[in-house]
């Protein structure tokens, strides 16, 4: 955990591990599974809307959905590859979008569709205390990972 063999990226936990070890092994591989199975799920409603809007051009559904599945993951793959900073990109949308997607917004619509913000009670402060710690993550988030893509810049330009 301390020491000078530690990794400075933090975020990756899975480069301090020890690699001689059978468990740390599987640790690494589990947690490649994640990203893999959720790019799938996260692909599917671009695909299906490619799809309809490419009907008429492949007339056979099997083979439009296989040919954009594929085009989708190797320009995904391109892209990554291309870009020095992808990585402090997706930093840069996920700090903005997902907490503003999983904190912010559902507690917003929570007081709307319950009317909970027409009176002031527990239920309501609580509400609040989770919005104002939402915008601090996406404020503290979305800096941290401007911060870290001018300085890519700025060490590329040397």
Wanted: glycine letters at 6%.
């Amino acid at each position: 955990m301390y020491g000078s063999n530690v990794e400075s990226h933090s975020t990756q936990i899975t480069l301090n591990l020890p690699t001689d070890k059978l468990s740390s092994k599987v640790a690494i591989c589990t947690t490649l599974v994640n990203p893999i199975a959720k790019f799938a799920l996260m692909v599917t409603p671009i695909i299906d809307a490619m799809k309809s809007r490419f009907s008429r051009i492949l007339p056979n559904k099997k083979a439009a959905r296989l040919i954009l599945s594929t085009v989708l993951v190797a320009s995904n793959v391109i892209v990554a590859l291309l870009l020095p900073f992808f990585g402090d990109l997706m930093s840069l949308v996920g700090a903005f979008l997902s907490a503003t997607a999983s904190v912010i917004l559902p507690c917003l619509c929570y007081l709307k569709i319950s009317g909970k913000y027409q009176r002031l009670g527990f239920e309501m402060v609580v509400l609040i205390g989770i919005i104002l710690i939402g915008i601090v993550l996406v404020i503290t988030g979305t800096y941290q990972a401007v911060k870290d893509i001018f300085d890519r810049f700025e060490k590329i330009k040397k």
